[in-house]
Every structure is written in structure tokens, then in C-alpha cells.
């Protein structure tokens, strides 16, 4: 793990340093879009049998490298990961997402639950980042991840995904002591799980706050940033050239960029409902950003690509502190080709802004 970066501009960007173009990753640029993902995803069986095999976990981490010149790679996995090693026995059922058998319902199954140990019950995941941190030789850094707290804890709740969010937003009202007791033991289990993947080789982390921007402002201050600052101030991240950054990035989170910014990470992702100046202005340089292309983009023509990509750079401006990504993630049947045209582009405009 200690070959020298060749590409550094995305861990530049997010220390708000000088790059000579502007970075760019896209969050699921590992999945179902790529044939060759989907070639060994049916070798492995199953989702959870291509997670859970660090050297197949790693072949599809790469292969949007082979492809695409992207300025980083995110490690395969699943947010799901961490309660399923916490016990509540994670599946998928066809046609529906995931489920867990054993959902959190009540104070008592709360009072179950510990905070796992991540070397005994999610040691594929940090053999991953240690076979992928080789394999990539230093050709750009590696990010590993988690889901936010608040998000982890809506699908232990519901038992899987959720069109409302009933259970866990009535437990906010009804039972407000037992969520927090559910998000504290989550949030414990989150830093463990990061810092675990950054000492196994990971450069930069992000939490994905899929869900924090479902609730209603007050319940988001006290639900999900509360606990999204916890990981900002407690979480290892190393120091000096060595230090990895974190990244908070939410769905919905545009009316907080102020808070989330003050939160403690390095680094604070936006979707396409707020645009990059306002975003800019607002955080007042503290932190970078990254962001925001609406990911429905890449189903237009190859020109149109290109012209929203220049808007996007043009509104975020000149100077450091830019990390390109979609506002959300890759879907399925997106256009590799459309991709390709996506990166080229931010490469080729970003050096005006940079």
C-alpha cells in the first residue's frame, strides 16, 4: 500500500488545493450499467456473494477504471453491511430490495443490539480495500464508505426500503429516547466500521445520507445531523498528507449545507436541487463540494451531456474545492458510452475553472 499516487487531484480538490483539472467519480460507477459487472455478478451467485468475496468485490471495483478516467474508485459494498453484522439477518428478495429478518422494533430489541466487531463479522470488507488499495498501485486513491445513521437505522425499522418512513418517523414522535439509543449504537458502529476500512487502506470516506432528507427540519437537526456531526468530530482520519477526508453527502440536503458544512468534515456532497453557486456561497469555502449533476442526464444525447456538465462547472466557478459527481447514483440502464462522454467532459472543461 505504499506506492506513491500517480492521479491525486480528487484528494487535492477535497483539501481545497489547487488541481489541474477538476475531479471526477460517480457514485455506483460499479454496477449494473456495465456488462462485464453483470458477468461477474452471476458468477458470484448472488449481490451478497459478490460483497462478500473480497477478490470478486475488487474485479468490479476496478472495471469502471478500465473504461472511464476517473480520479478515484469507491470500494464495492453495501450500506447494509454494518446491521447485518450487527444481526438482523440481511437478505434480498427478488423484485423487492433488501430485508432484514429480524427488524428494530421496540426498546428491547434495541437494548439487543452492540456495536459489531468489524475484524470478526465484516473482515471481507477490509480484505477488500487491502486487495483493491494493491491493485490499483497508486493509480488514484480508494474511498470506502457507510450509510448515514439515520439511514441505516430507516431500513432496520422498516425492516427493508419505504415509500413513507412510517415506522421509524413514529418512533421519532412516540418513542424519541429508544431512537436515540438505536442511532447512538449505530452511530458507535459506523466510526468503527470507517475507521477500520481507512486503516485497512482507504484515502477518503463518505456517508451516504440517503434518507436524511425525508424528514421534517427539526427531526433532521435532531435525527440525522446530530449524529452526522458525531462522525465528523470523533472519527480517526490521520494527519498531515496522510489524512483522510470525509465526505457528507445526503439526498435533500440543500437547506443544511450551512450546518453541514460546520459539522467537521472535509468535504460536504450535494444533489441537483440546489446548484453549485448557491451551494458555494452559502458554505463559504469551508469545506469542499462535490456534486451535483442530475444523474437523468446521462439518458440525453451526447451534446446535451457535455453542455450540462460546462453549466455545472460554470456555476460552481473558478478556484479549488470542486469534486464532479452525479447528485445521486448510476442507475442500471444508463449508457456506458454516455458516461464516457460525461468524465471526458468535466476533464476537458475543468481546466478553465481549476
Given at each position: 500500500?505504499?506506492?506513491a ?7 487535492r480538490?477535497?483539501?481545497r488545493?489547487?488541481v ?5 467519480w ?6 449494473r ?5 453483470r ?8 449481490f451478497?456473494?459478490?460483497?462478500t ?5 475488487c474485479e ?6 478500465e ?14 453491511t454494518v446491521?447485518?453484522a450487527?444481526?438482523l ?5 427478488e ?9 428494530v ?9 452492540a ?13 477488500a ?14 474511498i470506502?464508505?457507510?450509510g448515514?445513521p439515520?439511514?441505516?437505522a430507516c431500513?432496520?425499522?422498516?425492516g ?36 477500520a ?7 477518503a ?28 468530530q ?18 435533500g440536503?440543500a437547506?443544511?449545507?450551512e ?9 460536504v456532497?450535494v ?17 469542499a ?15 446535451v ?30 449508457d ?7 468524465v471526458?467532459?468535466v ?5 478553465r475553472?481549476?
Amino acid at each position: 500500500m505504499s506506492a506513491a499516487l500517480k492521479n491525486d487531484r480528487f484528494l487535492r480538490a477535497l483539501r481545497r488545493e489547487p488541481v489541474d483539472t477538476t475531479p471526477v467519480w460517480l457514485m455506483r460507477q460499479a454496477g449494473r450499467y456495465l456488462p462485464e459487472y453483470r458477468a461477474t455478478r452471476a458468477r458470484a451467485g448472488s449481490f451478497m456473494g459478490l460483497a462478500t468475496n473480497p477478490e470478486l468485490a475488487c474485479e468490479v471495483t476496478l472495471q469502471p477504471l478500465e473504461r472511464f478516467e476517473l480520479d478515484a474508485a469507491i470500494l464495492f459494498s453495501d450500506i447494509l453491511t454494518v446491521p447485518d453484522a450487527m444481526g438482523l439477518g440481511l437478505y434480498f428478495a427478488e423484485g423487492e430490495g433488501p430485508k432484514f429478518e429480524r427488524p428494530v422494533r421496540s426498546a428491547e430489541d434495541v437494548a439487543k443490539l452492540a456495536v459489531p466487531d468489524v475484524d470478526a463479522r465484516l473482515r471481507y470488507v477490509t480484505d477488500a480495500v487491502r486487495l483493491i488499495r494493491r491493485e490499483l498501485d497508486g493509480r488514484v486513491p480508494l474511498i470506502g464508505f457507510s450509510g448515514s445513521p439515520w439511514t441505516l437505522a430507516c431500513y432496520m425499522v422498516e425492516g427493508g426500503g419505504s415509500k413513507d418512513f412510517a415506522r421509524i418517523k413514529a418512533m421519532a414522535y412516540d418513542a424519541p429516547a429508544t431512537l436515540h439509543r438505536l442511532l447512538e449504537t449505530v452511530t458507535d458502529a459506523v466510526i468503527a466500521y470507517l475507521d477500520a476500512q481507512r486503516q485497512a487502506g482507504a484515502q477518503a470516506l463518505q456517508v451516504f445520507d440517503t434518507w436524511g432528507g425525508v424528514l421534517a427540519p427539526h427531526l433532521y437537526r435532531e435525527f440525522s445531523l446530530r449524529y452526522l456531526t458525531r462522525i465528523a468530530q470523533e472519527l480517526p482520519r490521520g494527519a498531515g498528507a496522510e489524512r483522510a477526508p470525509l465526505i457528507l453527502f445526503g439526498k435533500g440536503n440543500a437547506p443544511y449545507l450551512e450546518d453541514l458544512a460546520a459539522s467537521g468534515a472535509e468535504g460536504v456532497g450535494v444533489d441537483w436541487l440546489v446548484s453549485l453557486d448557491e451551494a458555494r456561497r452559502r458554505t463559504g469555502g469551508r469545506v469542499a463540494l462535490q456534486g451535483n449533476l442530475d444523474p437523468a442526464t446521462l439518458y440525453a444525447q451526447p451534446e446535451v451531456i457535455r453542455a450540462e456538465v460546462r453549466r455545472a462547472l460554470d456555476a460552481f466557478g473558478t478556484g479549488p474545492g470542486h469534486v464532479f459527481n452525479l447528485g445521486h447514483g448510476m442507475a442500471p440502464d444508463m449508457d456506458p458510452e454516455h458516461v464516457r462522454v460525461l468524465v471526458d467532459a468535466v476533464h476537458e472543461f475543468g481546466r478553465r475553472g481549476a
